[in-house]
């Protein structure tokens, strides 16, 4: 294996660890408007973002597992929830080159939706059952509003850091991505 | 394996997604004590100390957010019933005019129903809308005017809210002086320019009552001889054109003597209070043929 191939390995257990931190450590522990924001899933839009659908799809895999592991949840259901997110939001950078972000909000806000419908999907197969919308309204809505709001912040701040890269348009646009 | 990077891209996201689908399929399947959910019990424990670690950090913070947001809250909520402590307040001041409205209205009908008047007379009850300004003369001004049947020379009553004697808050106010045909100004009987004709019930004793300029009461030309009691009640005589008799005006506050006058000085207490004169009664009298 490549040194290349191992610092990237790293990067995304540094960002898992950074996000199994924050997560457990304030994120969970803040409720705006009766819901707290998901930093997996956050930092897996933000690695889709920046690295593309690949790199996306192993971060989201690797947050899910963990997002499972710590929330006591049967493991997979967010690991797969979060891989298709991950794949879904770097194919959309890499298709249309939005990466400004007005794109990171949208984008992100359409990751948290459809991750809730899934999520909401599975606990309805699986658990307790709510109405769909008064789920709609209490949860699925308020947090799709948080983590769009959280992840420009934070998508920011980590290019800024050099945890993720800068993004890519003309790469992305031209289909050759970072993977 | 696939050549190219959009193939290997493609191959591992359907790793992974079979690898999801097979962790979830295991962990339902499997039985608790199974390897997966050992893996999970063993991930939860290394992360438990983090937890416990990030809610004892977070704590003062979750307190101290906790607390302004209760300090906010009550801030907001004793602002809303101060607002409605106003509104209260505002609405208790309304009904205690209300009730003190009634209560001087309640007066005048008194005045009407338990005197006795020259028949015809009319009644109109009007509103004070202005007082004199000074103390030189003492008048107010009404509501009421030629419009309402109201004309000079008629005696006015009225009520004010005052407790203790059974007449106490009940009586004349004066005459009419001026009169426009919507408003009327009526001279108050404590005037300097005003005098009554008057007696005092109990002994006959007969006088005139007179204003002064310090809005003082008092009674003159009652004999000397005439023994005269406090708290004995005045009332018009019903001489002269004006006061029809039995018109309440005061009690006997006072009785004096000098040796050079050869009347009693008798101090009244008007049954009106004059200074928070509201509401009157014009008497309308009928019109003496000519």
């Given amino acids: 294996m490549s040194r290349g191939r191992l610092a990237e390995i790293g990067r995304v257990v540094l960002l898992v660890v950074i996000a199994v931190a924050l997560q457990t450590l304030i994120v969970s522990r803040v409720s705006v408007l009766g819901v707290t924001a998901d930093l997996f899933l956050t930092l897996t839009v933000v690695s889709a973002i920046s690295r593309g659908p690949l790199y996306g ?21 967010r690991a797969l929830i979060y891989v298709l997110m991950g794949y879904m939001v770097g194919s959309l950078v890499h298709r249309f080159a939005t990466v400004n972000l007005w794109g990171v909000f949208l984008m992100a806000a359409c ?27 209490t949860q699925v809505l308020p947090e799709t509003v948080l983590d769009a709001l959280i992840t420009v912040p934070v998508y920011v701040l980590l290019i800024r850091l050099r945890v993720v890269p800068a993004p890519q348009a003309e790469t992305a646009a031209a289909g050759t991505g970072p993977e | 394996m696939p050549r190219n990077n ?7 996201f359907v790793i992974l997604i079979i690898a999801s689908l097979a962790l979830l399929t295991v962990t339902f399947r499997e039985a608790s004590s199974g390897p997966v959910h ?34 906010w809250s009550a801030h907001r909520r004793a602002e809303r019933l101060e607002e409605e402590l106003q509104t209260l307040k505002g609405e208790a001041i309304k009904l205690e005019e209300t ?55 008629l005696p006015v009553v009225g009520a004010t809210p005052m407790t203790g004697e059974t007449l106490a808050g009940k009586g004349l106010v004066g005459k009419v002086t001026e009169v426009t045909a919507t408003t009327a100004k009526v001279q108050l009987i404590i005037d300097s320019d005003s005098a009554v004709n008057a007696k005092i019930q109990g002994n006959r ?3 005139i009552v007179e204003g002064s300029i310090s809005g003082d009461l008092t009674m003159d030309y009652v004999e000397r001889d005439i023994a005269v009691d406090p708290k004995l009640v005045i009332v018009t005589s019903g001489y002269g054109p004006i006061y029809p008799a039995d018109i309440p005006i005061g009690i006997v506050a006072s009785v004096g003597e000098e040796d050079v006058n050869i009347y009693k000085e008798i101090e009244v207490q008007a049954f009106v209070d004059f200074r928070v004169l509201e509401e009157v009664m014009v008497l309308i009298l009928p019109e003496e043929e000519p």
């Fill in chain 1, 57 to 77: 799809a192993v971060f989201g895999f690797a947050a899910g597992v963990v997002a499972d592991i710590a929330y006591m949840e049967p493991l997979g259901v």
């Fill in chain 1, 111 to 137: 990751a948290s939706f459809l991750a809730q419908l899934a999520y909401g999907l599975f606990q309805y197969a699986t658990g307790p059952r709510a109405g769909f919308f008064g789920m709609l309204a």
């Fill in chain 2, 6 to 12: 959009v193939a290997w891209r493609r191959f591992i």
């Fill in chain 2, 38 to 71: 050992s893996i999970q019990q063993a991930g939860a424990s290394i992360l438990a100390p983090l937890q416990t670690w990030g809610a004892k950090i977070a704590e003062p913070f979750q307190d101290g957010y906790q607390w302004f947001k209760t300090l």
């Fill in chain 2, 99 to 153: 009730v003190e409205e009634y209560k001087r209205l309640q007066g005048l009908l008194d005045l009407r129903d338990k005197g006795v008047y020259p028949d015809g007379t009319d009644f109109t009850v009007a509103d004070v809308i202005a007082k004199s300004p000074s103390r030189w003369s003492s008048w107010v001004l009404i509501d009421k005017g030629t419009a309402d049947g109201v004309r000079t020379g």
């Fill in chain 2, 205 to 207: 004793a007969e006088g």
